[in-house]
C-alpha cells in the first residue's frame, strides 16, 4: 500500500518535473505593436460607406437572386398583357347614336308638314263637301232632320278619321324623316370612320394596311365590316320606306271612299 | 519621464490597473509587457497552436483594455487575467476542429528574428538538441491527448507553477475537485509518457 503511493507520487514528480522542464513559449516580437494597431482600431474604427455597407460580397447572391426575377416578371407580364391587348382599329360601335331632334327637323323637308296638308285635306273637304252660297241653303232645307243628325255624325267620324289620317300622316312622315336620318347617318358614320383613318395614318405614316384601309372605307364595296353595317342600314331604311308608301296609300283610299259627295 | 519609469514599474500589478483605470495608459502597457509570455506559454500549451495561442494573448489584453473598470481590487490582478485568458482559450477551443499542430520550429516569420523557444540544454551537440525537440513534441503531444479539463489543472499547476488557491480562482473549482483532477492528469500523461521515462 505505501508502496504503490510512493510510486505513485514518484510518477507523479517526474510528469510534472518533465512538463517543468518544457520551455518556455514567448511571444513574437511585434507582440505589443500589433496590440496597439488593434486598440487604436478599436477607438477609432473605420466609416464604412453606405455603398461599402450595401454592395457587400455576402449580398451578391441576393442581388443575382432579385434581378433574376425582375427579369422573369418582366418578360411574363409582356407576353400576357401586352401582347393579347391589341385591337382593330376598324372595330366599330353596335350602337349608334340615336338621331337629335335636329336631324329630323333637317331630314323632313321645310314647308311641309303634318298639320299643314291636314288642313289643306279638310280644306278641300269642306270646299267640296261645303257648295257656293246659295246652293248650301237649298240642300239645307232639302234635307230632313234625321239627315242632318246622321251628316253631323259622318262629319265628326270623318273628323276623328282624319285625326287618325293625321297621326299616321304623322308617323308616316317620322318613319321618313327616320328614313332619311339613317341615310344623313350612313354618310356621317363613313365621314368618321375616314377621317379616323386618316389621322391614324398621319400617325403612323410606315403603316401601309392604314392606306389601304382608308381606300377600302371610301369604297363601301371593299371593306366588309363597314359594308355590313351600311347594308343593314340601307336594308332598315327601305323597310320603312315601304311600310310608308304602304301606309300612304291606305290612308289616300281611305281618304277617298270617306267622301260623301 | 525617466525617473518616473523605473517607480511604475516597481508598482504592483494591481496598482497598476488601479492608475490604469484613472487614465494612465503607460500602466497597461507594463502590464502587457509583465504577463505576455506567461500567458502565451499557458495558451499555447492548453490549445497546442502557436498563432491561436497568439491571437488569445491578444484577445485578452484587448478584454482588460476595454473592461479595466470591471476588477476589483478584490482579487490579485493575474487571477482576473488568466481567468479571462481561460475563458477565451476555452471559446476556441470548442470552435476549431480539433488537431494537433506542432511544429519543432515554432517560430514567427514576420517577426525577422529567428525566435525559438527556450530549450533548456545544456548540451551543445546537435543530436541532443534533436532529442529534446523530440521530447517537447511527444510531450506537448501527450498534453493535447489528454481531456481539456485535466489539461487546464496540470498546465496551470505544473507549467505556471500557480498555487492551489490561485487554480481555484481560476477555474471557479473547489479544492478537491482540482486535487483530483490534477492526479487524473498525472496519471494519464504518465501512461503515455512512460517511453520517456524509461530513457
Known amino acids: ?261 | 519621464m525617466h525617473n518616473q519609469e523605473p517607480a511604475a514599474r516597481s508598482q504592483s500589478d494591481e496598482e497598476l490597473i488601479v492608475a490604469f483605470q484613472q487614465g494612465h495608459t503607460e500602466a497597461f502597457n507594463i502590464l502587457v509587457g509583465r504577463y505576455k509570455n506567461q500567458l502565451m506559454n499557458y495558451l499555447f500549451r492548453y490549445l497546442g497552436d502557436y498563432d491561436q495561442a497568439d491571437d488569445a494573448v491578444q484577445e485578452t489584453f484587448i478584454r482588460v483594455y476595454r473592461k479595466k473598470d470591471l476588477y476589483k481590487p478584490i482579487a490579485r490582478f493575474s487571477t482576473w487575467l488568466y481567468t479571462i485568458a481561460t475563458n477565451i482559450a476555452k471559446t476556441q477551443f470548442h470552435k476549431r476542429k480539433r488537431y494537433v499542430s506542432f511544429s519543432s520550429k515554432n517560430r514567427r516569420e514576420d517577426s525577422g528574428q529567428d525566435e525559438r523557444r527556450d530549450i533548456p540544454d545544456h548540451t551543445s551537440s546537435a543530436d541532443s538538441m534533436a532529442d529534446s525537440t523530440l521530447k517537447q513534441e511527444i510531450i506537448q503531444k501527450a498534453l493535447d491527448s489528454i481531456s481539456p479539463k485535466y489539461r487546464e489543472v496540470v498546465v496551470l499547476c505544473d507549467i505556471q507553477e500557480l498555487t492551489y488557491e490561485e487554480i481555484c480562482d481560476i477555474t471557479g473549482l473547489n479544492i478537491g475537485t482540482v486535487k483530483s483532477r490534477l492526479n487524473r492528469g498525472r496519471t494519464r500523461l504518465q501512461e503515455l509518457l512512460k517511453d520517456i521515462h524509461h530513457e
Open chain 1, 1 to 261: 500500500m505505501n508502496d504503490e503511493i510512493k510510486n505513485r507520487e514518484h510518477a507523479d514528480n517526474q510528469v510534472s518535473k518533465l512538463l517543468k522542464n518544457l520551455p518556455t513559449v514567448k511571444t513574437s516580437a511585434d507582440f505589443e505593436a500589433r496590440l496597439q494597431r488593434r486598440i487604436t482600431q478599436e477607438n477609432h474604427p473605420e466609416k464604412i460607406g453606405f455603398f461599402d455597407k450595401v454592395f457587400q460580397a455576402k449580398f451578391v447572391p441576393v442581388f443575382s437572386y432579385s434581378i433574376v426575377a425582375m427579369i422573369a416578371v418582366g418578360v411574363v407580364s409582356y407576353y400576357v398583357f401586352l401582347r393579347t391587348g391589341v385591337q382593330s382599329p376598324l372595330s366599330l360601335p353596335a350602337n349608334e347614336s340615336p338621331v337629335s331632334t335636329e336631324e329630323k327637323a333637317v331630314a323632313t323637308p321645310p314647308g311641309e308638314s303634318a298639320d299643314s296638308r291636314l288642313r289643306e285635306s279638310k280644306r278641300l273637304t269642306k270646299e267640296e263637301n261645303q257648295p257656293a252660297g246659295n246652293d248650301e241653303t237649298q240642300r239645307d232645307k232639302q234635307i230632313s232632320p234625321e239627315g242632318k243628325s246622321a251628316m253631323k255624325q259622318a262629319e265628326k267620324k270623318a273628323d276623328a278619321v282624319d285625326d287618325k289620317d293625321a297621326g299616321e300622316l304623322n308617323a308616316v312622315q317620322s318613319i321618313q324623316s327616320e328614313a332619311g336620318a339613317a341615310g344623313a347617318l350612313q354618310d356621317q358614320i363613313q365621314t368618321q370612320t375616314t377621317t379616323k383613318l386618316q389621322e391614324r395614318s398621319l400617325a403612323q405614316p410606315s403603316a401601309i394596311g392604314t392606306q389601304q384601309m382608308i381606300q377600302s372605307s371610301q369604297i363601301p364595296n371593299v371593306e366588309p365590316m363597314y359594308r355590313k353595317s351600311t347594308s343593314l342600314l340601307d336594308s332598315v331604311r327601305q323597310d320603312s320606306l315601304q311600310k310608308a308608301q304602304k301606309q300612304l296609300q291606305l290612308l289616300q283610299q281611305k281618304v277617298k271612299s270617306k267622301k260623301p259627295f
